[in-house]
Nanobody, 125 residues
Framework: QVQLVESGGGLVQAGGSLRLSCTTS????????MGWFRQAPGKGREFVAHITSDGHNTHYRDSVKDRFTVSRDNAKNTVYLQTNNLKPEDTAIYYC??????????????????WGQGTQVTVST
């Protein structure tokens, strides 16, 4: 079993930054690729970023490229999402997730079997 806990969300003005953290416990965290997703009110959960288990490869949705950076510290069992130049359309609940079965489709919700409870990010104009 893997438990995920996100933190670092909050209210920020457009152009601001937040650093989201996802701390894990349970089975060997450093074995799993990790993803960040978000869900805005009335919308489905969408892929934001992905990082491989060794941290060497990352992937992003187009709208956050050059603004968001995903990273991980396996010694601390933590994955991060640095969000810069935030826009009102980034407002959502942000979730981290673990892909314990190593499914190749890293941008699909169904590829992840462990999820955190989410952290709210609100960007004001």
């Amino acid at each position: 079993q893997v438990q995920l806990v996100e933190s670092g969300g909050g209210l920020v003005q457009a152009g601001g930054s937040l650093r989201l953290s996802c701390t894990t416990s349970g089975r060997a965290f450093d074995n799993y690729p990790m993803g960040w997703f978000r869900q805005a009110p009335g919308k489905g959960r969408e892929f934001v970023a992905h990082i491989t288990s060794d941290g060497h490869n990352t992937h992003y949705r187009d709208s956050v490229k050059d603004r968001f950076t995903v990273s991980r510290d396996n010694a601390k069992n933590t994955v991060y999402l640095q969000t810069n130049n935030l826009k009102p359309e980034d407002t959502a609940i942000y979730y981290c997730a673990a892909n314990s079965h190593y499914f190749a489709n890293y941008d699909r919700v169904a590829s992840y079997d462990y999820w955190g409870q989410g952290t709210q990010v609100t960007v004001s104009t």
